[in-house]
């Protein structure tokens, strides 16, 4: 409880509050793509590769990232919280439990104006918003990736050169991630390092869209505190060093023994030493 009250005080310094409220309409479904992820989290151990599948579902007016990892995690806390709750208690037990874990809590709205990124502190939902990517050099050179018909387009983002491949023969201006502009969807995009590579390795028919909506988890991005970039990741960062909210929110606590507060602290350290965000500059 100590550590929930100092993380809110903490963010309450950090930002300007405004409370942020998406539209709570109901977003038809008009795409739905899977992306892998293969990333290189670690300069330290580079030899390990993190891999997780996300999923970018496109509306009329806007799209949805997310990975689904976390959005199954969602479904599991929602399922303990209801037992809770239809238990009369407010007391969550994750006992006999698997909860799905990521690396990648986020959730990115785009739309031809701008992107949303979206992710919790704590007890808090934060947001903050970006231009979108309009530098994009678009490349008189093209090729096939598992059958789609590709071009390709460069671009850099955050630090990073990125390639891209889109196909104009999916009309969708969206992609993984933050990137979206241009005039088609995005197949593949890898850095020059190839240290972040997202590639789609599935996706849903058109009959099997006709009457679907939108599944992204509405508590992911409706009624969040809208601060800037730079002082989110700030809180980001606090909130990661208090090692009481570290653990909190990985469902572990104190009592369980100060040799796991240890190990969490050593890998914590590692993590710091190596770390290789997929945005190297602001």
Request: glycine share 6%; hydrophobic share 35%.
């Amino acid at each position: 409880m100590y550590s929930q009250r100092k993380n809110i005080q903490v963010l309450m310094l950090l930002f300007s509050i405004v409370i942020y409220s998406q539209s709570n309409k109901h977003d038809t479904l008009r795409g739905n793509f899977t992306y892998l992820l293969k990333a290189k989290l670690n300069t330290i151990t580079p030899e390990q590769v993190n891999e997780e599948l996300f999923s970018l579902q496109i509306g009329d007016s806007r799209s949805f990232f997310a990975s689904i990892q976390s959005m199954k995690r969602d479904s599991v806390i929602q399922s303990i919280s209801k037992k809770a709750s239809e238990n009369g208690t407010n007391f969550l037990s994750t006992k006999g439990m698997f909860i799905p874990k990521t690396k990648f809590p986020y959730t990115i709205i785009q739309t031809n104006e701008n992107i949303e990124y979206f992710q919790w502190i704590g007890v808090t939902l934060i947001t903050y918003k970006q231009n979108i990517i309009n530098n994009w050099k678009l490349i008189n050179e093209s090729k096939k990736i598992n059958t789609i018909n590709c071009k390709k387009a460069e671009v850099n983002f955050k630090g990073r050169n990125w390639i891209a491949w889109y196909s104009t023969e999916i009309p969708f201006n969206y992609g993984p991630y933050k990137f979206s502009g241009l005039p088609g969807l995005i197949i593949k995009i890898t850095d020059e390092k190839g240290e972040y590579d997202f590639e789609l390795v599935k996706s849903t028919s058109s009959s099997g869209l006709k009457g679907k909506l939108i599944t992204i988890n509405k508590d992911r991005y409706t009624d969040a505190v809208e601060t800037t970039q730079k002082k989110f990741e700030q809180a980001l960062e606090d909130s990661n060093n208090n090692i009481s909210a570290f653990l909190s929110s990985s469902g572990t606590t104190i009592i369980k023994g100060q040799e796991i507060i240890q190990q969490r602290q050593k890998e914590r350290e590692l993590n710091k030493k190596g770390k290789n965000p997929i945005e190297l500059s602001e």
